[in-house]
């Protein structure tokens, strides 16, 4: 089957907004990808709202790892948004028609879908080069779009110069050097995407956005560190899914910047700006917006850095260290999976899970750390055979 019927029969495996499912078949279509079994199952793991540690993405991957990464972000704004309007198109019926807070209170109260601010995705990647690959797929996947506003600034200043291509087209520095540095390899920016009903508008106010794409120092840059005078990070108070693109790349920068970017994410916020307080959902509420988001994370091999992530929260905790197997997160309550959840494993692995706790609760109750109640999946190379 050709890239787009390859796609679609992948995609057939979810519930996906409408219009996505053929936005995505085209987009793999006119960039020729095809989804192996790996990206398929990072699909279907993303869709069930797993943490997710993907170490195969490499540079011969990468556009069907992005590619996916990115349909799954679209399909979470797209219904995340619909949600909020549908909800606020009620409302406002209702009071129109005179019930007001009476049909709330018949409804058990007004709907929980908003948080402290507005972004709900944070994407973080190495360089200006990825964060336009990342940025024309979600522009390309949005169904209904008319117009993206800013397209030609986001090009001058992301896309590739004349320098980048000559230099990349050395071809004595191999595939995958070629793969990072083939277009801009700067490594400080930021960019809010903010998705309308018929608009994209790039570079929106961070505020008003609904994705924010960004590099670890340039988002540092904001958000400071402690004992910083000046730090803003209210608006990532909020967010759903954190994807972290390339690890094994960040790590090669700075990976202190990835840590303390993390360490802010999902802290209530400073001040409470334009809060339906109503609408807020009991989980950013209570402080317990980490345990509500999903966090997926790619790299070329595994990192115990990478790992770390996966226990990362705001600051007003202090999380135990990563563990290297699976059956001493289940031990320790850091983490845990289900089996028929689960990638291709080793025997080690599968034994752990089936020894896994099966009162998640009380594991919660008695643990002094954080813990994860998303479910976690790590997905590795089929062992020869199988």
Known sequence: PGAGACAEAWCNRCSLAPGLRQAFAEYCAGHDIRL???????????????????????????????????????????????????????????????????AEENHGGPAADLGFSRPRVLILCPFRSACHEIVNAFVAMCPGKRQVLNRKRFEEEFGPGSDDEAEAADEAKGAEWQHHFRGNSDDRFRVGLALGRKAVRLYSPFDKSDVLVCSPLGLR?????????????????????????????????NWEHVQEVVKVVNHKPLALKGIDITRLRPAFADGRAREFRQTVVTSAGESLDAEALFVEGPGDYTPAPAKRNLRQRLNSGLAFSRKNRRGDMDSDDEEAVEEAPT????????????????????????????
């Open 221 to 253: 840059q904001i958000t400071g560190a402690a004992g910083d005078r000046q730090r803003e990070f209210d608006f990532l108070s909020s967010i759903e899914v954190c994807v972290v693109d390339r690890a094994d790349v960040l790590r090669m920068q």
């Open 359 to 386: 009162n998640l609760a009380a594991a919660a109750a008695s643990s002094s750390v954080h813990l994860a109640r998303r479910g976690f999946v790590r997905l590795a190379h089929a062992q020869a055979g199988e």
């Open 36 to 102: 192996d079994a790996q990206e398929g199952a990072l699909l279907l793991f993303l869709h069930a709202y797993l943490d997710v540690a993907f170490p195969q993405h490499t540079h011969l991957n990468s556009a069907a790892v992005r590619a996916v990464s990115v349909l799954h972000v679209v399909d979470h704004v797209l219904k995340a948004t619909s949600e909020v309007l549908r909800n606020t198109a009620a409302a406002g019926k209702a009071r129109g028609d005179g019930r007001g807070a009476g």
